[in-house]
């Protein structure tokens, strides 16, 4: 047995253990930094000063073109336009074009019954034959009123005559008073007969007169007139191009519909001659003249560019124009930028094809 320790040594507590030294976290690895080469000094300094020349030309050289010129994007194509109406009335019988045709002055476009035209043609004619021969008639009844003169004369003497024997007779007492007076009344009867038939001859030959313009009896000239008119008529049931162009709106041409008169049917469209309308702005007048250079470019047309040139310069504005001219004279007045239109010809013939009403920009060079 071992021996006993004392009691103040074992009532000590034990040692404490030495603490291990904590363990280091593990290190993250860093990458390596960049490294960056020196650019040249040459480099630098070319950026440096060509941005800024490059902004200064960029700048002057729009201030010099905006001072050259005015533009305006208020511009439409336009090309002449004539509505065709028919200058008579009927029904429509044919019709021989189609929307978007190309026609040629007097080519055909459409037709109205003709039937009722050739019926007054036809009346006309025998209105002049009627008048040819009442004509012939008033020279039958000239040519009477001359045998009926002449006839009167012979009446008038031989009542002269019995006159005169009854006044000597009278004178002397052979005869009654009756008998003289009637032998007066007898000469009386015969010199009015002569008047009455020489009227007659001279109203015969004032019928039978001719005009002094014509040289032809006035009846058969009216005659021969009404029956030209009817002629024309007749001509007009057929509609043709009055100009070359491309039909529009042909739609109201429908084969058995009721065509009035003056009534517009149809349109024809000079695309061959367009031109742009630009309105301006009255502050960009200042230096605009006839004919200075112009381009045009076109909203369907990307990238296309036509050269002009200025035609005509308005005579007045959109408003003076309009179908209520404006009244500045109540005293709301506002100042109102105004629009001139300006007339641009083209220089050339646009590559791609023209339509009326196309939306158009327009730059004048006034320098």
Same mark, same amino acid.
């Given at each position: ?10 009532? &000590? ?23 960056? &080469?020196?650019? %040249? ?48 009335? $009927? ?53 009477? +009123? +001359? ?11 031989? *009542? ?9 007779? #009278? ?5 009654? &008073? ?32 001719? $005009? ?9 000239? *009216? ?6 008119? *009817? ?33 517009? *049917?149809?349109?024809?469209?000079? /695309?061959?001659? %367009? ?12 230096? #605009? ?22 035609? /005509?310069?308005?005579?007045?504005? $959109? ?31 646009? +590559? ?6 196309? +939306? ?8």
């Amino acid at each position: 047995m071992s021996p006993a320790r004392p009691a103040a040594e074992e009532a &000590k507590p034990p040692k404490p253990a030495p603490k291990a030294d904590p363990v280091p976290p593990a290190q993250t690895a860093v990458a390596p930094e960049p490294v960056v &080469k020196d650019t %040249p000094k040459w480099r630098s300094r070319l950026l440096m000063f060509s941005v800024p020349l490059v902004l200064i030309a960029a700048g002057g050289w729009y201030w010099l073109t905006s001072g050259g010129s005015v533009s305006t994007d208020n511009a439409y194509v336009q090309m002449d336009k004539v509505s065709v109406a028919a200058e008579v009335g $009927g029904r429509i019988t044919e019709v021989a074009v189609r929307d978007g045709q190309i026609v040629k002055a007097g080519q055909l476009l459409f037709r109205i019954d003709r039937e009722p035209y050739a019926l007054t043609v036809a009346q006309a004619t025998a209105a002049i034959d009627a008048a040819e021969v009442e004509v012939g008639n008033l020279s039958a009844s000239a040519n009477t +009123s +001359s045998v009926d003169i002449a006839a009167a004369r012979e009446d008038v003497k031989f *009542a002269e005559v019995n006159f005169a024997r009854q006044a000597a007779l #009278m004178e002397k007492g052979f005869t009654t &008073k009756a008998a003289y007076d009637a032998s007066r009344h007898a000469v009386t009867l015969a010199r009015e007969q002569v008047r009455q038939a020489e009227a007659a001859a001279a109203e015969a030959r004032t019928k039978l007169a001719a $005009g002094p313009a014509s040289g032809i009896n006035p009846q058969v000239e *009216a005659a021969r007139v009404q029956r030209a008119q *009817a002629e024309v008529n007749l001509g007009r049931t057929e509609v043709r191009a009055p100009s070359a162009g491309r039909v529009a709106q042909s739609d109201r041409l429908q084969i058995g519909q009721m065509m009035v008169q003056g009534l517009p *049917a149809v349109t024809l469209v000079d /695309t061959a001659h %367009p031109w742009v309308e630009a309105n301006f702005k009255e502050t960009d007048l200042a230096d #605009m003249r006839i004919g200075q250079r112009a381009e045009i470019s076109f909203d369907a047309y990307p990238g296309l560019k036509v050269r002009g040139h200025v035609l /005509t310069i308005g005579a007045g504005t $959109g408003s003076e124009f309009s179908v209520l001219p404006a009244q500045n004279a109540t005293g709301n007045w506002v100042k109102v930028t105004q629009r001139v239109p300006v007339r641009i010809a083209f220089d050339e013939k646009p +590559s791609r094809e023209m339509i009326a009403g196309l +939306s158009a920009e327009v730059r004048v060079f006034t320098k």
